[in-house]
């Protein structure tokens, strides 16, 4: 049983094909296929039911690729030991974001993250914060970016921002004539939301809990991006929250229905995530003083007191 033997088995698990397999593996079809069935003589074991189409895994199967990621991802740790003894800032970094954060802060920090570490391959991928949880915990990816806190003891956390929430408010809304806005103010009857599975939604779902329903509403509608509930919010459906960064492109005349929040000012807690055994520690770090310097300049709030609804 080898290294090569187990990656060959997870590339086919993923693609279930063994010809998509190979080619992703940099290998020719006959020699992947032929160390599979290699490792499935030594084993006395069929890790795959090759009449199905797709190729599927047998019962054991799943049980072998279950094991197969663990040891592969640990045979990947002894590089990044030797890296951390040396200092060394590149190869492989798999990164994780949220939906509601990968189109603001991306743009801002790729070009100079890879610009000033280009012996990094950077991997990014969009995530719902429950997907980047797991894929930390079974060594898929190596970090995460998400709203905090999640109280998980195998995740840390290191803060990157809090980010300020702005009210979008239209011409015919009650607040709309508000120069400031209060956390009392808010209706969780009138604010349009994020669909399920976005940790945004719960952000304000956790602000506006104790809040007492004003009015009955008469639509239901969760949207999965702010631009469809900022239009929304100008057809006199709602109101909405943005996050600060989300509301610096807006025209300048959607601008004008922007209220920010008096003190103190509900914000979201937005962190770098990584296991607790992760050791791609100077890569964190690269990627945290990346961010850090295009951040401060876009979120400046030294005069406001910063609440976030997570914390309880």
């Known amino acids: ?42 084993l006395d074991i069929q890790i795959f039911n090759r009449k199905k189409k797709p190729i599927a895994l047998t019962d054991i199967g799943v049980k072998i690729v279950e094991q197969a990621k663990t040891i592969v991802n640990e045979s990947n740790r002894m590089n990044d030991i030797v890296d951390q003894q040396k200092g060394y800032i590149g190869g492989e970094f798999r990164l994780g974001i949220i939906p509601t954060i990968i189109p603001t802060l991306l743009p801002m920090f790729l070009k100079i993250f890879i610009k000033k570490y280009p ?117 006199g459906l709602g109101m909405t929250l943005l996050p600060h960064l989300d509301s610096l492109d807006l025209s300048e005349k959607d601008k004008t229905y922007l209220r920010e929040f ?15 055994s992760q050791l791609k520690i100077q890569m964190i770090d690269a990627l945290k003083n990346s961010i850090d310097s295009v951040v401060r300049g876009a979120i400046s709030f030294s005069d406001v007191n910063i609440i976030s609804p997570l914390h309880k």
């Open 262 to 276: 008096e003190n103190p000012v509900p914000a979201r807690e937005v962190s770098l995530i990584f296991h607790k």
């Open 1 to 42: 049983m080898t290294i090569s033997q187990l990656e060959y088995v997870l590339a086919v698990a993923k693609h279930q094909n063994f010809t998509e397999a190979a080619k992703h593996s940099f290998v020719t079809q006959p020699t992947l296929s032929m160390q599979i069935q290699k490792l499935e003589d030594e």
């Open 119 to 235: 012996k990094v391959n950077l991997i990014i991928n969009e995530l719902t914060t429950e997907e980047i949880v797991k894929q930390l915990s079974n060594g898929t990816i190596d970090v995460g970016i998400a709203a905090t806190p999640l109280e998980n003891e195998a995740i840390k956390e290191r803060v990157l921002y809090y980010e300020p929430f702005v009210g979008f408010i239209p011409e015919n809304h009650r607040l709309f004539s508000e120069k400031k806005l209060a956390v009392n103010d808010l209706d969780i009857q009138e604010i349009l939301l994020l669909e399920d599975g976005h940790c945004f939604k719960d952000n304000i779902l956790n602000l506006c809990n104790p809040l007492k329903h004003m009015s009955p509403k008469h639509f239901e509608l969760e949207s999965g991006n702010f631009g469809t509930l900022i239009k929304l919010a100008k057809e």
